[in-house]
């Protein structure tokens, strides 16, 4: 797993330098639309019937505020429209990013 090495807000963009030297970008509207919280996705029962979630697929001027790492592997950011709740792996961010 590759990790962070230091993680900045600038403008409206998260800038992630990684440990193998790539650097990412992360608009931070596309940062809250791609929360993968139950909030955002939903979850599923046993029987795959879903629950919760949002069809909302754009937050325009939402920002960062804030972020925290989760144990070793993740990353919680904390949105200036009251989110928090998405806990995004570093894997995650790295896909996001080429996308």
Request: without cysteine; negative net charge.
């Given at each position: 797993m590759i990790r962070p090495l230091n993680i900045a807000a600038i403008g409206n963009e998260i800038a992630i330098a990684w440990e193998d030297g790539k650097?990412?970008?992360?608009?931070?509207?596309?940062?809250?639309?791609?929360?993968?919280?139950?909030?955002?996705?939903?979850?599923?029962?046993?029987?795959?019937?879903?629950?919760g979630g949002t069809d909302q697929k754009e937050y325009p001027g939402v920002t960062v505020t804030?972020?925290?790492?989760?144990?070793?592997y993740a990353l919680l950011f904390e949105f200036?429209?009251?989110h928090c709740t998405g806990i995004y792996p570093f894997d995650y961010l790295r896909r996001l990013a080429d996308e």
């Open positions: 650097e990412s970008f992360l608009p931070m509207e596309k940062l809250r639309a791609a929360s993968p919280s139950a909030e955002n996705i939903g979850e599923r029962d046993l029987l795959g019937k879903q629950y804030g972020w925290k790492s989760v144990g070793g200036s429209d009251g």
